[in-house]
């Protein structure tokens, strides 16, 4: 059966070894494997070519077992496994060394194939050269193209070029699909005219065969146009042919040709198919990622649920990724064990995980992200000593290495707050213009906040505040949308507008962790500014905003508690609310303490006549109230004199 590599072969002779094959012959075994391998011009599937060799290999063919070990190495017919693929050439070499000094030219080809790879033998391109060269010499096309790549990838001299030239003409001549797709590289490249035929023919008569590395150039010509029209019909039915040829690259791009709708239908469920495919068969680790996403979000496609939202199940794609070292993987798990996301919150965890980002040798956007979080691990000390220098130092990796909008944010409060390196307002003002130009909306707010009150060398510029409030905004930031609405409130850098003020105030509401806008609509509803009057509603806010500790919400409660205005009073509650807002800084008025003063009196005087009236019993209600549940101990004197200051503290805070 050594016709295959002497001349070329016909339909008759692949249908003549598939039978004897078929039917136990080992040599036709391995000879019909070399012809799907290598294609011949009858089509090529390296699959199908290594389900082939491994029947040889069994049968005890060595040549069989090391082209096995061959495409384990190359990750071609197979999931690479360089390991296994030395562990197997390892068991050939006797038998390869011994027969290619007759010389045989399988063994020959495939013992210059493992001194150019260093393949179970110290790497030696002298020797490579020799023995490809011998079975090239025999006619054989994959020695050829083998040959082809020491001369052109690895010696990469003038006469190395030129014999890399005469062996890819020689193996396309042999219909190789691999000698036709090299031929169809030097044409692109110029270095080379044949017969008027251009790069892309040869490609395309490659791709023809099967030859996978082909039919993705022809497919990535269609797409962008190369030399030619786009044509996005084109680029999908080459990509779906790799893709069924167990192409990971072809089976993610024709997800996503199918998850966007371009040269096909738009079909989710079909891009998410063959994703999993990509993931399951060839450990697509871009898949795994996506795959991780969709079940992070959910994904429906016509009312009918593709994915359901599982974070679980996210974490188990993040994870198979994880152990192929992946960036984004690790990055993606430590954001799940910081949030609590499929797994049991694990601050631990989640550093290790981004600092593995961090550590891996590719740098991506994922790996910038990372050096943020495990920047923030550091400033705030979560799980490790604070460490505020540190932290500045991976946020200026994180910016150095392309991350502007967030590493910039970061660096600017550092730089504004002196936070690992010397306080400089100018370099501050910079960073937080620079994480505002790619639309950081934290600093895009803050920036609002700088020019509403000229701080970091500024003047005062409210409009330019209304201007950086707005970008902001747009990215729906709780904060900027609460300053936006109280610049309408107050008509500060816009017109005054207190229905525009009140509807943001409301939208904001809505959120428990919005402290800020509910004590203002709080404060509306209690006032009747811009709405109808309600204290029952304006309590409900304040006590919402002050379980969060709101100083102005607690002290607002405090007082309401201490009045029994909407709310029944409790003197002893009010002036703790008021303890609690002046321990977190609310700035009080001479009125405001006056009014604190007043009311302790009364509550210590309140507190001494009930333990003087209820000596001796178990049970003694010690707490002074307003109106007519504090007639009992405090004077109608003492009541109305705190009324009075704590009313009179509420208009001078209005």
């Known amino acids: 059966f050594h016709l295959a590599y002497t001349t070329m072969f016909s339909k008759e002779d692949s249908d003549r070894l598939e039978q004897a094959a078929n039917e136990g ?24 070519a290594v389900g082939w060799f491994k029947k040889a290999s069994e049968a005890g063919n060595v040549f069989a077992k ?5 495409a384990f190495f190359q990750g071609e017919g197979v999931n690479e496994d360089r390991e296994k693929a030395t562990a197997l050439m390892a068991e050939c070499m006797p038998t390869l060394e011994n027969d290619a000094l007759v010389p045989n030219m ?17 790497r030696d391109l002298k020797q490579a050269v020799k023995f490809l060269d011998l079975a090239a010499k025999q006619g054989q096309a994959e020695a050829m193209v083998d040959l082809h790549d020491v001369y052109l990838l690895q010696l990469r001299d003038l006469p190395s070029e030129q014999k890399a030239l005469s062996l890819a003409r020689l193996a396309s001549e042999q219909q190789h699909s691999r000698g036709q797709f090299f031929l169809g590289e030097l044409c692109e490249r110029g270095d080379v005219t044949s017969d008027g035929e251009s790069g892309f023919e040869y490609f395309l008569k490659s791709a023809r065969q ?19 029209e786009v ?14 040829g167990h192409s990971q690259y072809c089976q993610t791009s024709i997800a996503k040709f199918y998850y966007q709708g371009k040269g096909c239908e738009q079909s989710i469920a079909r891009a998410v198919t063959w994703y999993q495919r990509a993931a399951e068969e060839n450990s697509s680790i871009v898949s795994m990622i996506f795959l991780g996403k969709l079940c992070e979000s959910g994904c429906k496609e016509k009312g009918v649920t593709l994915i359901k939202q599982d974070y679980a199940q996210a974490v188990t794609w993040y994870k198979k990724a994880s152990l192929l070292g992946d960036a984004e993987a690790h990055l993606r798990l430590g954001m799940c064990y910081e949030a609590g996301l499929g797994v049991d919150q694990d601050m631990a965890k989640a550093l290790r995980y981004y600092q593995s980002a961090c550590d891996e040798d590719i740098v991506r956007d994922a790996d910038m992200t990372a050096y943020c979080s495990v920047g923030w691990f550091y400033e705030q000390g979560i799980t490790v000593d604070k460490d505020l220098e540190l932290a500045f130092k991976y946020y200026k990796k994180a910016y150095d290495g392309g991350l502007v909008s967030e590493a910039a944010y970061r660096l600017a409060y550092c730089y504004e707050q002196g936070r690992g390196v010397a306080q400089d307002k100018g370099q501050a003002l910079e960073f937080y213009h620079s994480a505002q130009h790619y639309n950081n909306a934290d600093a895009c707010c803050r920036l609002g906040q700088i020019y509403a009150q000229g701080l970091l060398n500024t003047k005062r510029d409210p409009h330019a505040a209304i201007k950086f409030y707005r970008q902001a905004c747009m990215k729906q930031h709780p904060l900027a949308m609460y300053e936006l609405a109280r610049c309408y409130e107050l008509g500060v850098g816009v017109q005054k507008s207190l229905g525009c003020a009140i509807n943001d105030y409301k939208l904001l509401s809505d959120f428990d962790d919005c402290a800020l806008s509910q004590y203002r609509l709080g404060c509306c509803y209690e006032k009747g500014l811009g709405v109808e009057k309600c204290l029952k509603t304006a309590i409900a806010l304040l006590q919402r905003s002050a379980a969060q500790n709101n100083p102005g919400a607690l002290y607002k ?41 007043q009311f302790q009196s009364v509550h210590a005087a309140a507190a001494a006549d009930g333990a003087s009236e209820g000596e001796g019993r178990d049970d003694v209600n010690v707490t002074a109230v307003e109106g007519s549940a504090a007639s009992s101990t405090t004077s109608p004197t003492q009541a109305k004199k705190a009324k009075l200051s704590a009313t009179e503290a509420e208009d001078e805070e209005d």
């Open 557 to 597: 409660l405090g007082k309401h508690y201490l009045r029994g205005d909407g709310i029944a009073a409790d003197v002893a509650r009010g002036l703790k609310y008021l303890q609690q807002a002046v321990s977190l800084g609310y700035d009080r008025t001479p009125l405001d303490m006056a009014m604190e003063r």
């Open 25 to 48: 012959d080992v040599s036709a075994q391995f000879e019909y494997g070399m012809l799907k391998w290598c294609g011949y011009g009858l089509g090529e599937d390296r699959v199908e």
């Open 231 to 244: 044509d996005l019909v084109q680029a999908f039915d080459w990509y779906h042919r790799g893709a069924v």
């Open 66 to 70: 090391a082209m096995v070990a061959k």
């Open 210 to 228: 099967g030859y996978t590395l082909a039919q993705i150039t022809v497919a990535e010509y269609y797409e962008f146009g190369t030399g030619r």
């Open 106 to 122: 399988e063994a020959c080809s495939l013992l210059g194939f493992c001194y150019s790879q260093g393949v179970a033998v110290e």
